[in-house]
Nanobody, 122 residues
Framework: YVQLVESGGGSVEAGESLRLSCTASGFAHSRWCLAWVRKSPGKEREEVARIDGDGSIGYGGSVKGRFTVSADNAKKTLYLQMNNLKPEDTGMYYC????????????????WGQGTQVTVSS
């Protein structure tokens, strides 16, 4: 079965950086969408970055220019480099996955990790 395990969260001050990692296992096919979704207090879940099944990369508008998503296929690990963090980036960050093409809606992802907490203080 598919398993996603996140790590790298923590508490930082505004302007600092963090790198999240997600180790994936159990993929039965070669073409997968991998993404990062965050849940901030009082807000809806938001997809912040994705690597689609065809390798294309996308970002949510609020993180463009500050976050970078990448993957090490050999290590089966997804990363999220987060620079110039802001208090509004605070939330639980989930690694999510779907076979083939990334879905249009966050709720459509079938596979979720347990999440890692990011807290940014001003």
């Amino acid at each position: 079965y598919v398993q996603l395990v996140e790590s790298g969260g923590g508490s930082v001050e505004a302007g600092e950086s963090l790198r999240l990692s997600c180790t994936a296992s159990g993929f039965a096919h070669s073409r997968w969408c991998l993404a990062w979704v965050r849940k901030s207090p009082g807000k809806e879940r938001e997809e912040v970055a994705r690597i689609d099944g065809d390798g294309s990369i996308g970002y949510g508008g609020s993180v463009k220019g500050r976050f970078t998503v990448s993957a090490d296929n050999a290590k089966k690990t997804l990363y999220l480099q987060m620079n110039n963090l802001k208090p509004e980036d605070t939330g639980m960050y989930y690694c999510v996955s779907e076979y083939g093409t990334c879905p249009s809606w966050v709720d459509e992802y079938d596979y979720w990790g347990q999440g890692t907490q990011v807290t940014v203080s001003s």
